[in-house]
């Protein structure tokens, strides 16, 4: 069956967000700050999870990746060679009456406003980089950008990086970190913020092999949200047309998720040819070139790019986590709602339950949950009765549930809960790590 979320249900999953504490509106005492947002709790532990997984699966396991983490501010002269400073900007509309600003592309129909049928301006350019100032004196020449993409501090960095690794071609250099972009029309939650982390892979190949590297990556990066639990009904790629490719791109490839409100990018995988490193090293007046030791040749390597967002991964694996079901425990026919994560991306991955607050039991509880925290991210919760917390653990999405009773106390064995099928399972506390360790690894 195909399932997805319907927008009342995206309603349902952010109060459900805010009220577990994955994500509050930024500076909420003050009113909030337009399309800002902080994670909470639970939402750091999601977003360090999917930093994490994307980490381990481009760079720790494989031989032809490394990684870097580039300064936010650059040269201001990287974003003009870039061509950010030219190009980096979308068409701005104002309607005369409400005031409100559209972005004139995005619109289904340019001939009035959609909030309110007015008169619409025409479009003028509006370049989406932040800019800040360096130093003590606000004037051009101490102005500098907030970058709008991790992807330059990699490209500038790429003659450090071969001589420190001694890599040979093809190989990739992979960066998380922090974007901005004065979007016009930010909002759906994290999906279109101004400040967001992205993570990117620069993978550098031989000219005439691009677009090979270019397929293997799409391929590659389009079963990684697969493999880590988002349904395959709910992705799908979509190839730009000639008329939406950056200014620096070939061919470009969005991997995108049935958000609530329509199919929308969560990573683009570009080939990004040899625009840069050209540009910068005819700029900089550094040599670029990659000398092919096989072809004895300098030649600029062409650039296949993974470039995800954190923030829109970590929203679509929450989105597509979220069900409601009827409670097979429940006598009264009430409803269970679960967070289906991946293992890897759940926030808390198992938690101690003393079957209840008895004196006698809580020692052993704490001596089993402080056997068990310094190798998982846990929960110890002892409030009200053992099915609310059942459904409280669910409910943020935790795999497993250890239960301690008065059993334990004699024969040094635990409850195991899965989340999934609610079945249950005796295990000895002696090896309670290594079986929790195993079941994270291989499921249940
Ligand atoms: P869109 O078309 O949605 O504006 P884009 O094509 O400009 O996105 P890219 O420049 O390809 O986006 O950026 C790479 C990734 O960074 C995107 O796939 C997305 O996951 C993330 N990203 C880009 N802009 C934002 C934003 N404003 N808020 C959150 N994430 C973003």
Known sequence: ?????EQVEMDTVLSLSKRRGFMFQSSDIYGGLNATWDYGPLGVELKRNVKETWWGSVVRERDDMVGLDAAILMHPRVWEVSGHVQNFADPLVECKVCHQRFRADDLEDASG????????????????????FMGAVEDSASQVYMRPETAQ????NLANVLVASRRKLPFGIAQIGKAFRNEITPGNSTFR????????????????????HLDSWVEERFSWYVKHG??????RLRRHGDDELAHYARDCYDIEYRFPWG?????????????DLRSHGEASGHDLRYFDEEAKEHYYPYVIEPSGGVDRAALAFLLDAYEE????????????????????????????LPLSRNEKLAPTARAIHELVRPHLATQYDDAQSIGRRYRRQ???????????????????????????????????????VSILKDKLEHGW
Request: glycine fraction near 6%.
């Open 1 to 5: 069956m195909v399932r997805y979320l």
């Open 113 to 132: 406003c959609p909030a309110c049928g007015g008169e619409l301006t025409d479009p003028r350019t509006f370049n989406l980089m932040f800019k800040t």
């Open 153 to 156: 501090g990699i490209f500038v």
């Open 193 to 212: 913020t101004r400040e967001f982390e992205q993570m990117e892979i620069e993978y550098f190949v031989k000219p005439g092999t691009d677009e090979a």
């Open 230 to 235: 988002i349904r395959k009904e709910n992705l």
């Open 263 to 275: 199919w929308a990018e969560l990573e683009g995988v570009a080939n990004r040819t040899d625009y």
């Open 325 to 352: 079901e009827p409670d097979p425990s429940s006598a009264k026919g009430e409803t269970r709602v679960v967070l289906r994560f991946h293992r890897k991306m759940a926030p808390i991955k198992a938690s101690v």
């Open 394 to 432: 669910d409910e943020i999405g935790t795999p497993f549930c250890v239960t301690v009773d008065f059993q334990t106390l004699e024969d040094r064995a635990v409850t195991v809960r899965d989340r999934d099928t609610m079945s249950q399972l005796r295990v000895p506390v002696a090896d309670l």
